[in-house]
């Protein structure tokens, strides 16, 4: 007899005789890259592997060269450098089956030297990597994913629809065999009913029985596959879910009635077997495309970005190049009706620019000359000419694409205390079900079989272990579409509850303006002046840099070497020979002290620059929004005490306290939840990261620093303050759906199940009640953002779930 390969499953050639040891005994493979791939595996002790998962590997070819990964031009499209020189890249793996491997390629990576994350995101079939380029390349770790048979590709459009098409084709071909299943199998069941009364010869009978078999087969073998490899995938992870359930009912209905035909004696359940399977399977594809559909953002925000771009060269001659050849400082044209291919500056204008997916703003925004350009926004109006500053990974498109992947692969705890309020009620399902079925075995055994699987079919807690999860894909998909970014899915549900908004000043609630009657130049021209201190800027993206830029001609600047940061203080660097400081008086050397920012070289002082804080126009409205709403609105700042009391005077906000440093900060909101408050930060800067991962809810404008939107759990994009009233209304909107859902799917098994274990309830019904209970949560989370208003309400919050579940 041909044996099987004990990696990959496959039959072993008969002249190999390649083996592995595994579990004391020499196991049989079939090639060498099999026995590689195992022997890693028990090598890293990872041989629960071989336990945990449902089905084999994927055979291990001879490894790829993945060496491509590592030139810079590859680089700069797929991996995103952190502030720390760690390297970020999501992946799309192939051959990914199910949770263990998941667990295996965790572990396995987690292992290698210089991996600081592993984030795996199984039913996607994507991986996230975070680890240290210097230490480890990522041809190492792609090699190491090759190694233990997953073959690693760049997250590309082409993939991910391929994925998606195979998933929806394969989901939609099994509802099809269920349905036309279902059909026949009630047509034959009311043959035999009618049967039963007008007194059908047992040859006739026996006919129409087994024509049900015939018919219901495919749909127990095929259609419900998925049910059966899920509940075996539980078995071996040693925990239950509502697989177990479905495929114990589905299995002991079916076995019941073919061992009734056989017999030819008993009832026969293949319509309602065949029901069941279907209702679950429409649950499950309405589920799938709900999930779609909320995936739909990310592929939409995948498909901004051009694959090619035209670059200029010698003056202004075009070539046509990919956008992952363009370098930084290339000039490229931008056509009417086109996608920019990268960040920019626009060097000529004005211009409209269509930035919805990215920002939310329905109405095209119009840029003139210096402004910046996102990759994947749309040209209403050109052509124009930018001059790129990012490229690739390190783009405002590929950032946002990157936040809502990583929210995706990230379970919150929310929906991990669901998940494991699932599996116990799934125990006690199985429990009842039994105590059921000895119950009547003793009162009247003919209902015993009857009773036992509508408890078991009817309180299948489909609904219960979809509330959250669907409440919350629903809420984070809403909200990116409104330009609110969720970086980590438990700040939604902390945000529900907060009673506490604590917001910086600087480049959150106002926007800087340079003051040119109060600015002034101590030697040569003040708009030379301006010019280097926009250049010293140039790469900040701190809101006084930003005022700067603006009142300059970016596209004329010059060029900065040994450029440096002195956090609090200012920047310096060399530009044509000279070495220049930009910054407060005191730091830069300059003993006349006020409150303008000034330009120095090694001669002495260039100009002295007045910048005068303007609110934010949205910033009054929100600010009443709030307080309207029973929060209390803090202001806190570093700057000047009359500066800070402008503002707050301006904006309505009573509390607030000045030059606070970023320690002073941490002790304000440190001291506000000794109080019981529960506190929401919303910043920008540097200085505003450790007050921001203080807090209880991270909130960050998309235009902040990358330290402050690494802190975050929410993101503004398009700076506009007014989105994070948007925010917490769905984010009550979702608590309140997912407190329904989870209330409905309580309440339903609690007055379904005695129905059921009382025997008044056939199987067929509690297949149609149970799938309708799953739906009908689908159906609630999908109302969720559709009637929001920005306008707060004072209404309290409901409980939250995880009280609920309590």
């Known amino acids: 007899m041909t044996q099987a390969c004990f990696h990959c499953g496959e039959p072993v050639p008969s002249d190999c005789t390649l083996t592995v040891r595994a579990n004391g005994v020499d196991a049989p493979v079939c090639c060498r890259g099999c026995e590689a791939a195992a022997t890693w595996i028990q090598g890293l002790g990872l041989s629960d592997y071989y336990r945990l998962r449902s089905e084999p590997a994927e055979r291990a070819e001879p490894l790829a060269d993945f060496s491509a990964w590592d030139r810079p031009a590859m680089a700069r499209l797929h991996v995103r450098m952190h502030a720390d020189d760690r390297a970020e890249v999501v992946v799309l793996v192939d051959g990914m089956r199910c949770a263990a491997c998941g ?131 539980e078995l071996r992870a040693r925990h239950v879910s509502m697989d177990t359930p479905v495929a114990l009912a589905i299995a002991l209905i079916y076995l019941a009635s073919l061992i009734a035909t056989l017999g030819r004696g008993g009832e026969i359940y293949f319509d309602s077997v065949s029901m069941f399977v279907l209702f679950l399977l429409g649950a499950r594809y309405v589920e799938m495309r709900a999930r779609h559909r909320a995936g739909d953002l990310v592929d939409a925000l995948a498909r901004l970005q051009p694959a090619t771009a035209e670059r200029l060269i010698d003056g202004d001659r075009v070539e046509t190049v990919g956008v992952h050849e363009l370098e930084t400082g290339d000039r490229v044209r931008v056509s009417a ?47 124009v000419q930018v001059r790129v500053t990012q490229v690739g990974a390190d783009t405002v498109l590929a950032g946002i694409v990157r936040m809502i992947t990583r929210a995706a692969s990230d379970k919150p705890a929310l929906a991990r205390a669901a998940d494991a309020h699932a599996r116990r009620f799934v125990t006690r399902t199985l429990a009842l079900t039994v105590l059921t079925a000895l119950a009547w075995s003793v009162f009247d055994p003919s209902r015993a079989f009857d009773a036992a699987i509508a408890v078991l079919v009817i309180s299948c807690p489909c609904a219960f272990a979809l509330a959250v999860p669907a409440a919350l894909t629903r809420a984070v998909a809403v909200l990116a579409r409104r330009g609110v970014l969720v970086v980590d899915g438990d700040a939604l549900e902390r945000l529900a509850g907060v009673d506490t908004v604590v917001f910086d000043k600087t480049g959150t609630l106002t926007v800087p303006r340079l003051d040119r009657a109060r600015s002034e130049a101590v030697r040569g021209e003040l708009e030379h002046a301006l010019h280097i201190a926009a250049a010293l ?67 002495g002082t260039l100009a002295r620059f007045a910048l005068r804080e303007c609110p934010r126009t949205e910033a009054a409205s929100t600010v009443s929004v709030l307080r309207e709403a029973g929060l209390r609105v803090i202001l806190l700042s570093g700057d000047r005490r009359a500066r800070v009391a402008r503002i707050a005077e301006a904006l309505g906000i009573e509390t607030w306290r000045a030059e606070a440093t970023p320690t002073d900060k941490l002790d304000n909101l440190k001291q506000l939840r000794r109080e019981g408050r529960v506190v929401a930060m919303v910043g920008d800067g540097i200085n505003d990261a450790p007050v921001l991962a203080g807090a209880d809810v991270a909130i960050a404008l998309g235009s902040g620093a990358a330290l402050a939107q690494a802190s975050s759990g929410l993101l503004l994009a398009g700076d506009r303050l007014d989105r994070l009233l948007d925010a917490r209304a769905v984010a009550r909107e979702m608590l309140q759906a997912t407190h329904r859902n989870l209330r409905w799917a309580i309440g339903y098994n609690l007055a379904a199940v005695p129905l059921a274990a009382f025997g008044l309830v056939p199987p067929w019904l509690a297949a149609i009640g149970m799938s309708a209970s799953s739906l009908l949560v689908l159906l609630q989370s999908l109302r969720i953002g559709r009637h929001v208003s920005t306008q707060a309400t004072t209404k309290s919050v409901a409980p939250t779930p995880r009280e609920a579940l309590a």
Not at 345 to 361: A, I
């Open 537 to 603: 800027e140039q790469s900040s993206t701190h809101p006084l840099a930003r005022a700067l830029r603006s009142a300059a001609d970016e596209a004329v600047l010059p060029t900065v070497h040994d450029r440096h940061d002195t956090a609090g203080c200012g920047v310096e660097g060399v530009i044509d020979g000279v070495r220049y400081r930009l910054g407060r008086a005191d730091w830069t050397g300059e003993s006349r002290g006020d409150e303008r920012l000034v330009l120095r070289d090694e001669r």
């Open 103 to 233: 667990w295996l390629i965790e572990r396995a990576l987690g292992a290698e030297s210089g991996v600081c994350e592993v984030g795996v995101n199984a039913p996607a079939r994507r991986v996230r990597l975070v680890f240290d380029p210097r230490d480890t390349p990522l041809s190492h770790l792609l090699t190491a994913l090759a190694r233990l048979g997953y073959d690693p590709h760049p997250l590309d459009l082409a993939a991910l629809d391929a994925l998606r098409q195979r998933e929806s084709r394969d989901a939609l071909k099994r509802l099809v065999v269920a349905g036309l299943g279902t059909m026949q199998a009630m047509m034959y069941a009311v043959a035999l009913y009618a049967g039963h009364f007008d007194g059908m010869d047992v040859a006739t009978r026996d006919f129409f029985r087994w024509l049900g078999f015939l018919v219901t087969t495919p749909v127990v073998l095929y259609a419900a596959r998925p049910f059966f490899a899920g509940a075996l995938r």
């Open 337 to 383: 009706g086109a996608g920019v291919p990268a960040d920019g500056v626009l060097l000529d204008g004005p211009c409209q620019v269509d930035e919805s997916l990215l920002t939310g703003e329905s109405t095209p925004r119009r840029h003139v000359s210096g402004d910046t350009l996102m990759a994947g926004t749309l040209l209403q109006d050109g052509p």
